[in-house]
């Protein structure tokens, strides 16, 4: 889930209600689906939210949010732009792996240093998200003074040119460096280079941004030093590369709203695409961005009223609407329809329900009456809900803090960062099951196992005091062909204690004393697990049967999460304490 910091002096001057304290906006965000999860170093407060609304993103998103929330704002904004003055140039050399740019220019910001922090968080957050860790959709800000635009037309329109360029071919002094290098040097030298050199290293001819001076941008790894952007930059170049032009287009959006929001004037760009190049079907070869229109959808009446369980007026729901941040009108008739107006940074409206979810939260959730449903039987809690309860309180009698992690997780911490390969028969190693489109590189699949999970938390807590001792009762899943569905949930039970005198001894004897509270049989053979060190790791076999592993874990393991005490673990099957 995508988490924003947030300088709360900033929120309050931004929403224009200094007489908020720290607790009412965090009372006022949760209402808007933001939860409070702490603080930085720095004081910052951070939140979490539902990855579908990246316009929140920064603090300027925030507080937009916050602003119909007060109902200081209503309805649609669009900020008024300026005609183009500058054209990108779509040369027919530009990798058909990334084939598609946007942009904007900006007039008039006045970034300070709060200011220039909230658009690096900005970028940085679209990029893990809509970007797909700039795979699919990477951010370029540069200051527009440092720019020579080529003439592009006689109406005085000055251009930049996007195109391929030889791995080996023109040099730049890249941000954080003051070498003139080639991109190849830039993926072979430079630390960002080498963090995002798999995006780009096999293509044939690297994505790059010329001005009439020379390269300035080597998108999506890095931007020139020439442009770097200060707070004392007044006039910015936004351009946008990546793989799919609504997504890029969506980004340009989010950041275009963010800088008006600090009032900074919007200004056109035209991009032109060559008759070589590949441009977007559904667009045509000349585009005039950003891209600020508005979207439209519909939804009825009794649509709203059934799923949120209230009677409306018409004109509630319009008012619920514009709190919202949206315009809305309505047709009386059998049935009646609102026909609503989408703002451009609203990337998560893609279903009427979407619209339902807003008039429910401009309401308020809070201000729904909860009701008995009219159906004929009483609910109750089921036998694997009293059994996990049952071993939770066990464990926290044990010693063990209790938590609640998230189901989903990333590749590289569920195998790669816990020394296994998925597909291969240790416990733990099952195949994925895979997100086909995640909002995020962090959660692209179902945890196979919640060890991991664990081991994330202690590496998060390295600044808090020992022993931390932890476990969970959780989810996980794999793909298993025997199943209808393809795949094989369980819930694990999952325990780690990381201390200066953890050890197996320590381990095995809490588990023993579970098993012992719900009279299992347990045998621990021993076993080679690539987790855990050779000769300290066990099968957990109870009453009969293989249901997880024990064990110390591997000094590879405890250096990949910057752990400097050692950590002895568990993990096995709940259905077998039954």
């Known amino acids: 889930m995508p988490v924003v910091d947030v300088d709360a002096d ?11 304290s720290d607790a009412e906006l965090k009372d006022d965000l949760f209402g808007l689906g933001l939860e409070f999860e702490g603080e930085t170093e720095d004081g910052d407060l951070q939140f979490e939210f539902a990855p579908d609304r990246l316009d929140r993103l920064s603090v300027e998103g925030v507080a937009r949010s916050l602003r119909y929330h007060y109902g200081d704002a209503r309805g649609v904004y669009v900020p008024k732009t300026n005609d183009p003055e500058w054209t990108i140039e779509v040369d027919e050399s530009v990798p058909a792996e990334r084939p598609y740019v946007t942009g904007a220019v900006i007039r008039g910001v006045d970034l300070d240093d709060r200011g220039l922090e909230s658009l690096i968080q900005l970028q940085e957050k679209l990029h893990a998200t809509m970007g797909r860790g700039r795979a699919k959709g990477a951010i370029g800000i540069h200051d527009l003074t440092m720019l020579k635009g080529a003439p592009a037309g006689e109406d005085g329109e000055r251009s930049i040119t996007y195109c391929g360029v030889d791995p080996e071919g023109d040099t730049f002094v890249p941000l954080d460096s003051n070498d003139e290098v080639t991109p ?14 798999d995006l780009v290293e096999a293509y044939g001819r690297y994505p790059a941004i010329y001005d009439d001076i020379g390269l300035f941008s080597f998108p999506p790894v890095i931007n020139g030093k020439r442009t770097e952007v200060t707070t004392g930059s007044r006039d910015l170049l936004v351009e946008l590369t990546g793989t799919d032009q609504w997504t890029i287009d969506k980004m340009c959006t989010i950041v275009c709203y963010a800088l008006s929001a600090r009032g900074a004037t919007v200004e056109e760009v035209t991009v032109e695409y060559a008759d070589g190049a590949s441009a977007p079907d559904e667009y045509g070869s000349t585009l005039v961005r950003p891209n600020l229109e508005v979207d439209e959808k519909s939804v009825t009446h009794d649509r709203i009223e059934t799923l949120l369980g209230v009677e409306f007026e018409p004109e509630t729901v319009v008012d619920c609407f514009e709190r919202a941040g949206l315009d809305a009108s ?12 989408i703002p451009p940074y609203r990337v998560d409206v893609l279903h009427p329900l979407d619209l339902v979810d807003d008039v429910g939260r401009a309401y308020g959730f809070n201000e ?11 609910g109750k809690r089921n036998e694997r809900s009293r059994l996990e309860d049952a071993v939770r309180a066990s464990l926290v009698g044990l010693g063990y803090e209790d938590l609640l992690n998230f189901h989903m997780i990333s590749g590289a911490e569920n195998y790669d960062r816990m020394r296994i390969d998925p597909g291969t028969d240790v416990f733990g190693a099952g195949e994925p099951v895979t997100i086909t ?23 998060r807590n390295t600044h808090n005091a020992y022993p931390q001792d932890v476990a969970e009762i959780g989810f996980v899943a794999d793909r298993d062909e025997a199943e209808n569905t393809n795949v094989a949930e ?21 588990l023993a004393a579970l098993c012992a509270d719900f009279g299992v049989d347990l045998e621990t053979p021993p076993i080679e697990h690539p987790s855990f060190i050779d000769g300290r790791a066990a099968s957990v076999v109870i009453d009969g049967d293989v249901v997880g592993v024990i064990g110390e874990l591997h000094p590879a393991v405890l250096v990949e999460h910057d752990l400097e005490v050692p950590v002895a673990a568990f993990e096995f099957d709940l259905e077998s304490l039954r």
């Open 184 to 197: 190849a040097a830039v993926l072979e030298e430079h630390d960002t280079g080498r963090t995002y050199a």
């Open 490 to 510: 369980r819930r694990h039970v999952a325990a780690a204690l990381a201390r200066r005198d953890a050890s197996y001894e320590a381990a095995k004897g809490r």
């Open 437 to 459: 489109e995640p909002y995020s590189e962090d959660y692209t699949q179902l945890r196979t196992w919640a060890l991991p999970s664990l081991v994330m938390l202690l590496e």
């Open 10 to 20: 900033e929120l309050r001057e931004l929403t224009g209600h200094e007489e908020k």
């Open 368 to 378: 729904l009456e909860p009701r008995y449903p009219d159906v004929g039987t009483v």
């Open 330 to 341: 309505y047709t009386l008739g059998e049935e009646t329809t609102y026909d609503v107006e």
